[in-house]
């Protein structure tokens, strides 16, 4: 795979709103967490805007690391690049060099498949052209799309494409998937779309957009174990961040800000029993939710980015350590 001179693809979602959010935390100086680096352009943003900062950036994608590097070059002196998953926060902090003593400033986490992860075909991302059913964000890890589709039982694939992708015919299609792997087992795209096309009924087709899309996010969601991840790091990205810190998080898909919407408000909320009449000491709420409701992308983002129209950020601020 070729990675010199990538085209000019990548557009980072929301960035100026992301910057109005965590610029104030940044402004003296510190410590960003770009826990879902990609290809670099909201940390190349920061770290031109901000030259006091440090960042530390992760991504468990070996190649959007290498791009990285490349593109933040003229930082090197300030970053840290970590191969590893966003719920691998506190190693990565260790790696740099921080102890779990140290405070971080800001952490960024825009989650969901990435602009290179989607334009390169052998990927296997996209239902739109053929390519090798993989979808592996780590090309280190394991389990593939194929291995999901040729290996598990109707009962554990039909809960993959219910839970993961709202598929209404997780069932029908689970049937079809054990009776087409019998033939010969599944290796491409085309060969699972077209099996999608068949499975689902045609008034849907016509109606629910791509008959794809739903069981190409759950099987994505699987293989990388994004929902699972997710849970894990979000309460270890909280936990980093000191007393004035923010964290913005942008989702793709219901099921990630939903998570994210149920911790943020969790821990913005009071410890203190609620049949109390007045807020104990160190019992208040550990964090300060700064958005709205989830904030979308406007529609001149969209029509310059399509691949913002899906995009969800949500953000807090701790204002106080925990009890």
């Known amino acids: 795979m070729n990675h010199a001179n990538p085209p000019p693809r ?38 031109r805007t901000y030259p006091s900062i440090r960042l530390i950036g992760l991504d468990r994608d070996t190649a959007a690391l290498e791009l990285a590097g490349e593109r933040l070059r003229p930082f090197e002196d300030r970053i840290t690049l970590v191969h590893t998953r966003y719920d691998g926060i506190a190693d990565a902090l260790a790696t740099a060099g921080l102890s779990p003593t140290d405070s971080v400033r800001a952490i960024l986490m825009d989650l969901g498949v990435s602009s290179m992860q989607l334009d390169e075909a052998e990927r ?11 979808m592996r964000m780590d090309p280190t890890a394991e389990l593939t799309a194929a ?5 598990y039982s109707h009962g554990e694939l039909a809960r993959v494409l219910k839970t993961y992708g709202e598929e209404r015919f997780a069932g029908r299609i689970a049937s079809k998937v054990l009776e087409r792997r019998q033939q010969r087992p599944f290796s491409t795209s085309a060969e ?26 759950a099987l994505r969601v699987e293989v990388n174990r994004e929902l699972e991840s997710l849970e894990a790091a979000l309460p270890a990205a909280l936990d980093a961040l000191e007393v004035g810190g923010r964290i ?11 998570v ?16 109390l009449p007045v807020e104990l000491p160190g019992m208040g709420p550990e964090f300060t ?24 950020m949500r953000a807090v601020e701790r204002i106080q350590e925990a009890g």
């Open 289 to 312: 939710v700064l958005t709205r409701g989830a904030e979308k992308a406007s529609a001149q983002e969209i029509e310059d980015n399509p691949r913002a129209a899906p995009v969800r």
């Open 260 to 275: 994210v919407k149920q911790m943020f408000a969790q821990r913005s909320a009071s410890r203190t029993p609620m049949d």
């Open 147 to 151: 291995d999901v589709l040729n290996t």
């Open 192 to 217: 699972l779309v077209e099996l999608l096309y068949d499975a689902i009924p045609a008034a849907t087709r016509r109606t629910g957009g791509h008959p794809a899309k739903r069981t190409f996010q």
């Open 124 to 134: 296997g991302f996209a239902y739109s052209v053929d390519a090798p059913l993989d």
């Open 10 to 47: 990548h557009v980072p979602v929301l960035l100026r709103r992301a910057d109005e959010i965590l610029g104030p935390a940044l402004a003296s100086g510190g410590v960003l967490v770009d826990a879902t680096l990609g290809l670099g352009g909201h940390a190349e943003h920061f770290l």
């Open 248 to 258: 913005v998080v942008m989702s793709y898909q219901s099921l990630e800000d939903k």
